[in-house]
């Protein structure tokens, strides 16, 4: 499992495949007929000729007998590479691992690194948002250690490196206390819904809610059910029942929970709950417009970092 992808570490910082972190190799001799070897490699887990993954090793320097076929020997720390239409030394010959299994590598690092600094009563099963995706403070987060994790390997001292570190540190230190909210935390403000739009092709909008929700959770669905003006449209809203969440009952075509022409106030949306819809003069609801609203109950507990208590004693 991992936070983030190679597309977000580009995102953080698009530079980032320069710190690719293959070796060059050089001096290459004839071994014997189209045998090239070279001395005092180092370890070799995987060789490139002018970029391209040359696969496994063979068994022993005996088997490299065809184009492209490599060894590396550990006894005498050289290389064998069998190459009869070109000499190595006139190519981009390189080791180390695939560009892409090691940001893969760097990546699952900084996710497992960032989970041991977060505290331990932020639930990691809870992580995604209602879509499935990670919330983009965890994304960024992990890219920001993997890209400085990274640019460090090669350049310790680099000042991109701990600048984005540092960025990671603060973020850390946000989730943990409870001032930056995972989507999955109730808020203080949660019973006042949070307005996601469908598909909405008019310009009379829900642009505010009012009041507080006083059931437990809901996503309320709101649909324009008439098109047209202020107070010629009309839009119906489904609460949720013992089977399925209000906008599902939406989806489903089941029968509204309340219906009323649009006026331009507040007006409900069940169980404490109302929205404003709004738009300049002349705007209309287009018909089967739609949106959620995801709320919580006035009374649940507000999701916050609480600080965990140690024992001092003296000395």
Request: glycine letters at 8%; a negative charge.
């Amino acid at each position: 499992m991992s936070y983030c992808t190679h597309r977000d570490l580009k995102d953080i910082y698009p530079s980032i495949d320069e710190f690719d972190t293959k070796t060059p190799l050089y001096n290459w001799v004839v071994h014997s007929g189209s045998l090239y070897r070279a001395d005092n490699s180092g370890l070799i887990t995987q060789l490139f000729a002018n970029g391209q993954d040359l696969g496994s090793a063979q068994a022993n320097s005996g088997a490299v007998t065809s184009n492209g076929q490599w060894f590396y020997e550990t006894s005498l720390d050289a290389i064998y590479y069998y190459n009869s239409a070109s000499n190595p030394n006139d190519m981009l010959m390189e080791s180390g691992d695939d560009w892409a299994t090691v940001i893969a590598r760097y990546i699952l690092n900084a996710t497992n690194y960032l989970d041991s600094r977060l505290d331990g009563k932020l639930p990691r099963k809870q992580f995604k948002d209602q879509d499935g995706n990670y919330d983009y403070i965890l994304i960024r987060t992990t890219a920001l250690i993997a890209c400085s994790f990274l640019i460090r390997a090669s350049q310790p001292n680099s000042e991109i490196s701990e600048a984005l570190f540092t960025e990671a540190e603060a973020n850390i230190q946000a989730l943990n206390t409870g001032t930056t909210k995972l989507s999955w935390q109730i808020s203080g403000d949660a019973s006042q819904g949070i307005v996601r739009e469908g598909t909405v092709n008019g310009n009379l909008r829900i642009i505010d809610t009012r009041g507080e929700y006083v059931g437990v959770y809901d996503k309320i669905g709101v649909k324009i059910t008439t098109a047209g003006k202020l107070g010629v449209a009309k839009y119906s809203f489904w609460e949720g029942d013992s089977n399925n969440l209000g906008s599902e009952r939406m989806n489903n075509s089941e029968s509204s929970s309340y219906s009323d022409f649009i006026k331009g106030d507040y007006q409900p949306v069940g169980r404490g709950l109302y929205v404003r819809f709004a738009g300049d003069t002349g705007d209309q609801a287009t018909l089967n417009d739609y949106w959620e609203i995801e709320v919580h109950g006035r009374s649940e507990t507000t999701d916050m970092g609480i600080p965990a208590s140690i024992r001092m004693t003296r000395r």
